[in-house]
């Protein structure tokens, strides 16, 4: 969705390394087999200096990642946590994007990745709007994607693994041959999932609904930021499986991502949903409020650089 940024360095098997030279061989055992588990995380500038938001939680989901897909990283939660902000004070970023990848490096051949090395990187770059320059404020079109959300008895949702974004990438690629924003991915049964890389809401009758972890979707950190704020607000928040038919009479829709923060969905399949809401801008105004380190009720999710 958008071409890379280079810059300095990045963090390597608990070393700073030369961009350029942050390479890996063609039999490494990820390329060929998806085993890689990654995060993305965010940092803001704020008033009082850079602050990585929701840093621990995303390292922690990191290492759940790795641990469910038999990868006992060789680095511990602390050591990830100093190795990110390290690497975004080297690059001298006041805002990025960051990317943790752990991934089983060169040694191994066929399916098993027991045998191959664990190798962890950390790269930042600055990443603006994820879904266009006009998708926060005026918010984008979607369609319900013929490809199904990955099965939770195949490659899980909940391990954010390389493996499961092919099944993003052919939904995200198909959405925007039809002309749509993005894709939103009905599970095996058939209820509503997430976007190829967002969780998604519905605001009705004042209401706000997402779908339960249970649906097979990634535990997003901003949807879990997202629920804690409408909660803070007096909204009622609930937890509840979906289907298409929701999306279309729902007031408002809205997907929620690192990337992608907090965007308004502005038709399903070619039905108007309308402009952005008022419940869904109150939320992104407060998300970025919380994430600008402009509330201090939320500053226990900021990690200042
Ligand atoms: N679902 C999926 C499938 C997903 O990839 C993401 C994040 C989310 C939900 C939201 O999770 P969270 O970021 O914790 O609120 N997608 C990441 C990757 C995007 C990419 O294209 O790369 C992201 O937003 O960083």
């Given at each position: 969705?958008?071409?890379?940024?280079e810059?300095?360095?990045?963090?390597?098997?608990?070393?700073?390394?030369?961009?350029?030279?942050?390479?890996t061989?063609?039999?490494?055992?990820a390329?060929?087999?998806?085993?890689?588990?990654?995060?993305?995380?965010?940092?803001?500038?704020?008033?009082?200096?850079?602050?990585v938001?929701r840093l621990r939680?995303?390292?922690?989901?990191?290492l759940?990642?790795?641990?469910?897909?038999?990868?006992?990283?060789?680095?511990?939660?602390?050591?990830?946590?100093?190795?990110?902000l390290?690497?975004?004070?080297?690059?001298?970023?006041?805002?990025c994007?960051?990317?943790?990848?752990?991934?089983?490096?060169?040694?191994?051949?066929?399916?098993?990745?027991?045998?191959?090395?664990?190798?962890?990187?950390?790269?930042?770059?600055?990443?603006?709007?994820y879904?266009?320059?006009?998708?926060?404020?005026?918010?984008?079109?979607?369609g319900?994607?013929?490809?199904r959300?990955?099965?939770?008895?195949?490659?899980?949702?909940?391990?954010?693994?390389?493996?499961?974004?092919l099944?993003?990438?052919?939904?995200?690629?198909?959405?925007?041959?039809?002309?749509?924003?993005?894709a939103?991915?009905?599970?095996?049964?058939?209820?509503?999932a997430?976007?190829?890389?967002?969780?998604?809401?519905?605001?009705?009758?004042?209401?706000?609904?997402?779908?339960?972890l249970?649906?097979?979707?990634?535990?997003?950190?901003?949807?879990?930021?997202?629920?804690?704020?409408?909660?803070?607000?007096g909204?009622?928040?609930l937890?509840?499986s979906?289907?298409?038919?929701?999306?279309?009479q729902?007031?408002?829709?809205?997907?929620?991502?690192?990337?992608?923060?907090?965007?308004?969905?502005?038709?399903?399949?070619?039905?108007?949903?309308?402009?952005?809401?008022?419940?869904?801008?109150?939320?992104?105004?407060?998300?970025?409020?919380?994430?600008?380190?402009?509330?201090?009720?939320?500053?226990?999710?900021?990690?200042?650089?």
């Open positions: 969705m958008a071409d890379i940024v810059a300095k360095y990045i963090w390597k098997n608990g070393t700073l390394i030369p961009w350029a030279e942050a390479t061989h063609v039999l490494s055992h390329l060929h087999y998806g085993t890689a588990v990654f995060e993305g995380i965010r940092c803001y500038q704020t008033e009082t200096g850079s602050a938001f939680d995303h390292m922690k989901r990191f759940s990642s790795a641990r469910m897909i038999n990868m006992e990283l060789p680095y511990r939660h602390e050591e990830l946590v100093e190795a990110a390290e690497t975004i004070r080297s690059n001298g970023f006041a805002s994007y960051i990317r943790p990848i752990a991934y089983r490096g060169y040694g191994a051949v066929g399916v098993n990745p027991r045998s191959a090395p664990i190798d962890v990187a950390i790269a930042v770059w600055p990443w603006d709007a879904l266009g320059d006009t998708a926060l404020a005026e918010g984008i079109a979607v319900i994607s013929s490809w959300q990955r099965s939770v008895n195949a490659t899980p949702g909940a391990i954010k693994s390389s493996a499961s974004y099944n993003s990438g052919l939904a995200n690629m198909e959405a925007q041959d039809h002309g749509y924003g993005e939103v991915l009905l599970n095996e049964l058939g209820y509503v997430e976007g190829s890389g967002e969780n998604i809401f519905t605001v009705r009758d004042g209401i706000v609904a997402t779908p339960p249970s649906d097979g979707i990634l535990a997003g950190l901003t949807r879990d930021s997202v629920m804690q704020i409408a909660r803070d607000l909204y009622t928040v937890e509840k979906l289907v298409r038919t929701d999306l279309y729902a007031d408002e829709v809205f997907f929620t991502g690192t990337a992608a923060e907090l965007t308004p969905i502005n038709s399903v399949d070619h039905r108007a949903i309308g402009k952005p809401g008022p419940i869904t801008l109150k939320l992104q105004g407060r998300f970025f409020a919380a994430a600008t380190g402009r509330l201090s009720e939320y500053a226990e999710w900021l990690d200042v650089v």
